[in-house]
């Protein structure tokens, strides 16, 4: 089981940019495959972005060419750029495990585009 923290996230006009990370403790982060979810007010949480433990990254249409999933493993670090920010990219962004663990989610971090 991994423990997953993130951080980064905040208030930022559209068109910014932001940098999100998910520092992870507790097991062998270089073996799991990871992503970024994101859950709005309203709607079901989402799986944005993806990243093997081979560095091989996968992304959702809504953000493809905007974000940038990558990992250091030395830092047990995820992280997602986010360029072009849009409002609807407004959510609560958690990081986890591919296939996500239950006992692993956080508390996220709070994304709000706005103007």
């Known amino acids: 089981q991994v423990q997953l923290v993130e951080s980064g996230g905040g208030l930022v006009q559209p068109g910014g940019s932001l940098r999100l990370s998910c520092a992870a403790s507790?097991?062998?982060?270089?073996?799991?495959?990871m992503g970024w979810y994101r859950q709005a007010p309203g709607k079901q949480r989402e799986l944005v972005a993806t990243i093997t433990s081979t560095g091989i990254t996968n992304y959702a249409d809504s953000v493809k060419g905007r974000f940038t999933i990558s990992r250091d493993n030395a830092k047990n670090t995820v992280y997602l750029q986010m360029n072009s920010l849009k409002p609807e990219d407004a959510a609560v962004y958690y990081c986890?495990?591919?296939?996500?663990?239950?006992?692993?989610w956080g508390q996220g971090t709070q994304v709000t585009v706005s103007s």
């Open positions: 986890n495990t591919i296939p996500p663990s239950f006992d692993s």
């Open positions: 507790g097991s062998i982060f270089s073996i799991y495959n």
